[in-house]
C-alpha cells in the first residue's frame, strides 16, 4: 500500500507559479509511474503529466510548456512547477502512483488562479 501526502496548493494570480509536492511512503517508487491529474470544479478528473519510470513524460496539451514535473526516487517525492497559470488551471490536484494493476490517490491540493 502506497499513502501519497501533496502539498504546496494555493492561490495564485493569473501569469503567476506555484509549486506541488508529492511524497510517498509504504513503498519504493523507482518502478511507479508517478504524475498528477486535476479536477477543475464540476468537471471530471483529468490527466496533467504522468512520469514513467524509463523516463519518458507525457504532459496534456493544455500544460506543455507551463507545467515541468521532476522525481526524486530516493526522495520518494515528485514535483510539479506550475508556471504562467491561468484562471482555468484552477483544480483540486491529485497526486498518482502506478504499478499496474495498482494505483494509488493523494487526497489532493487545492489549487486557485484568480486575480
Known amino acids: 500500500q502506497v499513502r501519497l501526502v501533496e502539498s504546496g496548493g494555493g492561490l495564485a494570480q493569473p501569469g503567476g507559479s506555484l509549486n506541488l509536492s508529492c511524497t510517498a511512503s509504504g513503498d519504493d517508487i523507482t518502478p511507479y509511474a508517478m504524475g498528477w491529474y486535476r479536477q477543475p470544479p464540476g468537471k471530471e478528473r483529468e490527466l496533467v503529466v504522468l512520469?514513467?519510470?524509463?523516463?519518458?513524460?507525457n504532459y496534456a496539451d493544455s500544460v506543455k510548456g507551463r507545467f515541468t514535473i521532476s522525481r526524486d526516487n530516493m526522495k520518494s517525492t515528485v514535483y510539479m512547477q506550475m508556471g504562467n497559470l491561468r484562471p482555468d488551471d484552477t483544480a483540486v490536484y491529485y497526486c498518482h502512483a502506478l504499478l499496474v494493476p495498482n494505483g494509488y490517490w493523494g487526497q489532493g491540493t487545492r489549487v486557485t488562479v484568480s486575480s
Open positions: 512520469s514513467w519510470p524509463a523516463g519518458s513524460i
